[in-house]
C-alpha cells in the first residue's frame, strides 16, 4: 500500500499532462461523491496555515473554504513545505483528490502545489524580509509586557489540575499591520488542555500597536512561553 502510494505521488510529482485534471471551484470541490477519485486543479487564496512543518492549510476562493492537508512540491524537487515559502494572502494552485476525515472533514490530502503567486503582505511576513525600525508595542494592560497580560488572564485546566499536569508551552504568533494577533500556534506543546488554552489566552489579545518599517506597518512573528505551574 505504501509502495502504492509512493507511486502515485512520483507520478503527480513527474508531472500532471499524463492526467486529465478538472479544475473546480471550492463550493464543487466539496459537493463531489465520496467516492468520486477525480484529480482536482484548485485555485484560491491561503485563509490561514493550520500547520507550518507539513502545509496543513485552508484556501478559499469566494464559493468556500477547503482544508488542504499536506502541500508538496510538484518540481520534482522534493521541497519541504517550509521551503516553498507559502504564507497567509498567497494565491496558489493546488492538484490532489478529495478525500473526507473521519467522516466529516472534507480535504485534499497532500496537494501538489503547482503554481503560487504572493500575496501582498507576503514580503512583510516574519524576520528577514524587512527591518522593522520600530516594533509592534503591547497596549493591555498587565506586568509591563504581554507575557505579564497572558499569565494573568490565563485560566488553570480544572482537569489538568486534577491530574498534576504542568509545564511551559511555546506558542508562535503574528502581530498583523493592523495590530491584531493571528497566526496562533503551538511549536512546543505540553498536553492539549495546556496546549488549547495557551492558544486561546493569545489569541484574545488585544490589539497592539503594529510594527514598523521606515514608517510603514509590518507583519512581525513573535515566540513566547506559557508557563503553567501547579
Same mark, same amino acid.
Given at each position: 500500500?505504501?509502495?502504492?502510494?509512493?507511486?502515485? =505521488?512520483?507520478?503527480?510529482?513527474?508531472?500532471?499532462?499524463?492526467?486529465?485534471?478538472?479544475?473546480?471551484?471550492?463550493?464543487?470541490?466539496?459537493?463531489?461523491?465520496?467516492?468520486?477519485?477525480?484529480?482536482?486543479?484548485?485555485?484560491?487564496?491561503?485563509?490561514?496555515?493550520?500547520?507550518?512543518?507539513?502545509?496543513?492549510?485552508?484556501?478559499?476562493?469566494?464559493?468556500?473554504?477547503?482544508?488542504?492537508?499536506?502541500?508538496?512540491?510538484?518540481?520534482?524537487?522534493?521541497?519541504?513545505?517550509?521551503?516553498?515559502?507559502?504564507?497567509?494572502?498567497?494565491?496558489?494552485?493546488?492538484?490532489?483528490?478529495?478525500?473526507?476525515?473521519?467522516?466529516?472533514?472534507?480535504?485534499?490530502?497532500?496537494?501538489?502545489?503547482?503554481?503560487?503567486?504572493?500575496?501582498?503582505?507576503?514580503?512583510?511576513?516574519?524576520?528577514?524580509?524587512?527591518?522593522? =525600525?520600530?516594533?509592534?508595542?503591547?497596549?493591555?494592560?498587565?506586568?509591563?509586557?504581554?507575557?505579564?497580560?497572558?499569565?494573568?488572564?490565563?485560566?488553570? *485546566?480544572?482537569?489538568?489540575?486534577?491530574?498534576?499536569?504542568?509545564?511551559?508551552?511555546?506558542?508562535?504568533?503574528?502581530?498583523?499591520?493592523?495590530?491584531?494577533?493571528?497566526?496562533?500556534?503551538?511549536?512546543?506543546?505540553?498536553?492539549?488542555?495546556?496546549?488549547?488554552?495557551?492558544?486561546?489566552?493569545?489569541?484574545?489579545? *488585544?490589539?497592539?500597536?503594529?510594527?514598523?518599517?521606515?514608517?510603514? *506597518?509590518?507583519?512581525?512573528?513573535?515566540?513566547?512561553?506559557?508557563?503553567? =505551574?501547579?
Amino acid at each position: 500500500m505504501k509502495r502504492l502510494a509512493a507511486l502515485l =505521488i512520483l507520478a503527480l510529482g513527474c508531472g500532471f499532462a499524463a492526467s486529465a485534471q478538472k479544475p473546480v471551484t471550492v463550493r464543487e470541490f466539496l459537493r463531489m461523491s465520496n467516492k468520486d477519485t477525480t484529480l482536482c486543479r484548485l485555485h484560491g487564496v491561503v485563509d490561514r496555515i493550520r500547520n507550518n512543518v507539513n502545509g496543513n492549510l485552508y484556501i478559499t476562493d469566494g464559493t468556500g473554504e477547503v482544508l488542504i492537508y499536506g502541500v508538496r512540491d510538484g518540481s520534482g524537487q522534493g521541497l519541504r513545505f517550509p521551503e516553498l515559502d507559502v504564507r497567509a494572502g498567497d494565491t496558489l494552485t493546488l492538484v490532489g483528490r478529495r478525500s473526507v476525515y473521519d467522516g466529516k472533514v472534507v480535504e485534499m490530502q497532500s496537494g501538489i502545489l503547482v503554481a503560487k503567486a504572493d500575496g501582498p503582505d507576503h514580503a512583510n511576513a516574519g524576520t528577514g524580509h524587512a527591518k522593522v =525600525i520600530v516594533p509592534p508595542k503591547f497596549k493591555g494592560k498587565g506586568k509591563n509586557s504581554f507575557s505579564g497580560w497572558v499569565n494573568g488572564h490565563l485560566v488553570y *485546566p480544572k482537569e489538568a489540575r486534577d491530574q498534576y499536569i504542568d509545564g511551559t508551552v511555546t506558542v508562535k504568533f503574528v502581530v498583523g499591520k493592523k495590530g491584531n494577533v493571528q497566526e496562533v500556534e503551538v511549536v512546543k506543546g505540553v498536553h492539549p488542555l495546556l496546549n488549547e488554552e495557551a492558544v486561546r489566552v493569545v489569541r484574545s489579545s *488585544p490589539r497592539w500597536k503594529p510594527g514598523t518599517a521606515d514608517g510603514v *506597518p509590518v507583519r512581525v512573528s513573535y515566540t513566547i512561553p506559557v508557563v503553567f =505551574i501547579l
